[in-house]
Nanobody, 115 residues
Framework: QLVESGGGLVQPGGSLRLSCVAS????????MGWYRQASGKERELVAT???????NSGDFVKGRFTISRDNAKTTVSLEMNSLQPEDTAVYYC???????????WGQGTQVTVSS
């Protein structure tokens, strides 16, 4: 019900755009977000955006990443700039119901930052 795309290999300083398409029943009253998990580390918050557009992001984002959502296309995107090797991780799309109807995860997409 959540399908991610856009991961890949990029050089340090480069950019990538991740997208996550949700099924129609999962979007309008869900907080959508991106999390990441690097090898050997715990999953961490990248950014979330509520149905009302309020954004929360991890401290490491520091203006480099921008989350957005298109309600008409049931898509949440993550624009990532100035990528560094420490941004290498599997990035997961998340949908968290704002009315208590559950939480869903995508399958993840690999982002590798390397020269």
């Amino acid at each position: 019900q959540l399908v991610e795309s856009g991961g890949g290999l990029v050089q340090p300083g480069g950019s990538l755009r991740l997208s996550c398409v949700a099924s129609g029943s999962i979007f309008s009253v869900y907080t959508m977000g991106w999390y990441r998990q690097a090898s050997g580390k715990e999953r961490e918050l990248v950014a979330t955006i509520t149905s009302g557009g309020r954004i929360n992001s991890g401290d490491f984002v520091k203006g480099r990443f921008t989350i957005s959502r298109d309600n008409a296309k049931t898509t949440v995107s993550l624009e990532m700039n100035s990528l560094q090797p420490e941004d290498t991780a599997v990035y997961y799309c998340d949908a968290d119901s704002e009315v208590g109807k559950g939480n869903y995860w995508g399958q993840g997409t690999q982002v590798t930052v390397s020269s």
